[in-house]
């Protein structure tokens, strides 16, 4: 069975009312997903899983199996936050992913980060 990988994103482009940047979650989401697919684990995101009703169970059902669970919190997109707070809660091993080393929550300062550029920065 190929292990799985759950990227908890927003989609499309989005302001990051922090630094009033604009980015593209999709176009890193597709560097994402090139990544974790060459390393031969599947990818999705939560805009990829076909469903009917609402989404909540069915991605929470997607973050919980993962064997790997990428988040990026560039936006500082609160849901983004929360859906990391439920897999921080079920698991210890977890990785974040920020473009640049900007502001962070506290309480998640003492965590390892991985900063990482995106295309067209």
Known sequence: ???SCFVIQGFGKKTDFESGRTLDLDASYEVIKEAVTDAGLSCVRADEILHS????????????????VIADLSTSNVNAFYELGAIRAMSSSHRRRR???????????????QNLRTPGE
Request: zero cysteines.
């Open 1 to 3: 069975m190929t292990k």
């Open 53 to 68: 009703g609402p989404i909540e169970r069915v991605m929470y059902e997607h973050l919980l199996r993962a064997d790997l």
């Open 99 to 113: 473009r640049e080393p900007d502001h962070i929550p506290f309480r998640y300062q003492p965590h390892p980060d």
